[in-house]
């Protein structure tokens, strides 16, 4: 079942783009988080957004905001997707799906990729905001107008 507005974030682990351990009680319950799901490292749409986020990721931290993308992909397809775009923020490799699974994240065209879906949480860690749209330009726009009410 989908995570709603409203309710609170699963705790999750995962391997981050330095190899280490990543747990989310490290920022979740303490400051706003912008969480988003994406499909694959490296292809057209998901670089697009995840340069986007890279972009306005001093107005992301000028709220108080940290950025975490979620993909599927390993470890090593994470440091050069990074190191390649100089992406400032977290990603975090969900191999297993669980976090995908734990967060119910849909899967987009006929089931087939996996979906694209950002959460923007407060430092509650309650869900504020959930926006799931193929475009991936659009999910910082709303990300960024979510964070500014709260």
Do not use: W
Not at 39 to 50: L, Y
């Amino acid at each position: 079942m989908a995570l709603q507005v409203g309710e609170t974030i699963p705790v999750f682990s995962a391997i981050d783009n330095h190899g280490d351990l990543f747990e989310s009680t490290t920022v979740i319950g303490k400051k706003p988080v912008v969480i988003y799901f994406y499909p694959k490292d490296d292809t057209r749409v998901c670089t697009e957004q995840a340069c986007a986020f890279r972009d306005q990721y001093e107005d992301f931290k000028a709220l108080g905001a940290e950025v975490i993308g979620i993909s599927s992909d390993s470890l090593q397809s994470h440091i050069k997707f990074v190191t390649k775009y100089q992406l400032p923020f977290i990603l975090l490799s969900d191999f297993d799906k669980k976090i995908r699974r734990a967060f119910g994240v849909p899967n987009d065209l006929l089931g087939l990729i996996p979906g694209r879906a950002t959460y923007v949480v407060d430092k509650k860690g309650v869900v504020q905001m959930v926006f799931d749209s193929t475009s991936g330009k659009i999910h910082i726009e709303k990300a960024l107008e979510m964070l500014k009410t709260m």
